[in-house]
């Protein structure tokens, strides 16, 4: 009864702050263990009304007895009403969760899976990319450390002594209450910790190399961190490595949308900068620049060129002996005979792969005249 009057609206900040906190502590003390789940639930809401530093601390005790509230927490964390926002905490506590629930050991209170959790990672991501992630120079200097680490440590068990070698047991292994190994210590999961993630490699490892049939939010997600951080090159490469990657249209067609729009902001930008040129800008090159625009929409234009022949790869990719796929290919390089010579060879070998696992296709005895007859018959329809 005594704790309710901390949350009353006309309680006084005589007693409303430091007072209340330490009446909230000195209760858990006093109480048995059996009793604290009543005294934490108001804790927990006047600190929320606290925010700030009060917020944070408190629930940070009570994660470490009740994990179950980390979203909770996340969410206040990234609250706009938040005066001091914690996106590099909220990350590094959304991958947590998210491996957690991979291996089994967390069910989120929300219901989401832990897809949705990495998603919910990558929002965070696309938001705060400066407070969140490192950049191509840090991410350098971070893989020489990493690998001067590995390579000292890469047969710990290992010593020479003279000419003989010498076998250890290896380091000590920290084990938990109940005997097991307990948790290698990650610090891309530490949310005391204040250095940012790498994010590349965690989307790499963490979603690319588990969730294989939802790459395309994935690679977007990449793309979009390195645009928001300035890095347009990064960004291109990522969105051409995912568009050569993806096994399904539908990831395709995100990826290849997302780069579309991507070089048509590009070529936005830059159409802006020369209508509007800042006069304070004594080393704008008008030339250059103009240049620089002409190169920018001849890249969009390959790309858009480029469509049909990237949707028949991921097609392709997905069934190397689909001989109608084959067929559109050739008939996409249209009248270039180099090409078509090229590929009609690749379907004598698509044709001799479909024979020989006994797949009985009407189009392979085609494909075969079509590679021994310089395809004469006339071309299939494409996309």
Not at 19 to 42: E, G, K, M, N, Y
Not at 65 to 70: C, F, L
Not at 88 to 96: D, N
Not at 264 to 283: F, Q, R, T
Request: aromatic residues 8%; contains cysteine; glycine residues 6%.
């Amino acid at each position: 009864m005594y704790l309710s009057i901390f949350n009353h609206q006309n309680c006084p900040p005589v007693l409303s702050h430091s007072h209340a906190r330490q009446t909230f502590d000195r209760a858990l003390r006093t109480l048995p263990p059996s009793l604290h789940h009543r005294i934490w639930v108001r804790y927990l809401l006047w600190a929320e009304t606290r925010g700030g530093l009060t917020t944070v601390a408190v629930y940070r005790r009570y994660l470490a007895i009740d994990p179950s509230v980390t979203e909770r927490y996340v969410a206040l964390l990234l609250s706009p009403s938040n005066p001091s926002p914690r996106p590099l905490e909220a990350a590094k506590l959304l991958l947590r969760l998210s491996r957690k629930a991979a291996r089994g050991e967390y069910i989120s209170s929300e219901g989401k899976s832990p897809y949705q959790l990495l998603g919910d990672l990558l929002d965070v991501v696309e938001a705060r990319a400066e407070h969140v992630g490192l950049g191509i120079e840090e991410l350098g200097s971070t893989e020489a450390d990493e690998e001067s680490v590995d390579r000292d440590a890469k047969d710990p068990q290992q010593q020479k002594n003279g000419n003989s070698l010498i076998r250890f047991a290896g380091p000590p292994t920290t084990v938990g209450a109940d005997g097991k190994p307990a948790p290698v210590y990650d610090e891309d999961e530490d949310p005391n910790s204040l250095r940012r993630l790498d994010i590349e490699k965690i989307i790499r490892k963490d979603g690319l190399a588990v969730y294989k049939d939802q790459a395309g939010r994935l690679w977007t997600g990449l793309a979009t961190y390195w645009i928001k951080r300035g890095e347009f090159d990064r960004a291109k490469e990522t969105f051409e490595a995912g568009i050569a990657s993806v096994l399904t249209i539908r990831d395709f067609t995100q990826i290849f949308d997302a780069y579309a729009e991507f070089s048509e902001s590009v070529i936005s930008g830059i159409m802006e900068e020369l209508a509007n040129p800042d006069e304070e800008d004594e080393d704008l090159d008008v030339k250059e620049t103009e240049e620089e625009l002409d190169g920018k929409m001849k890249e969009f234009e390959e790309l858009m060129d480029r469509r049909p022949f990237l949707v028949n790869d991921v097609l392709l990719r997905r069934n190397p002996s689909d001989v109608q796929e084959w067929e559109k290919r050739v008939g996409l390089w249209g009248q270039d005979d180099e090409k078509v010579r090229v590929r009609c060879l690749l379907f004598s070998t698509t044709t001799y792969r479909i024979c020989f696992t006994g797949g009985r296709d009407v189009h392979s005895r085609t494909l075969y005249r079509c590679s021994t007859q310089g395809y004469a018959e006339p071309p299939p329809r494409v996309y």
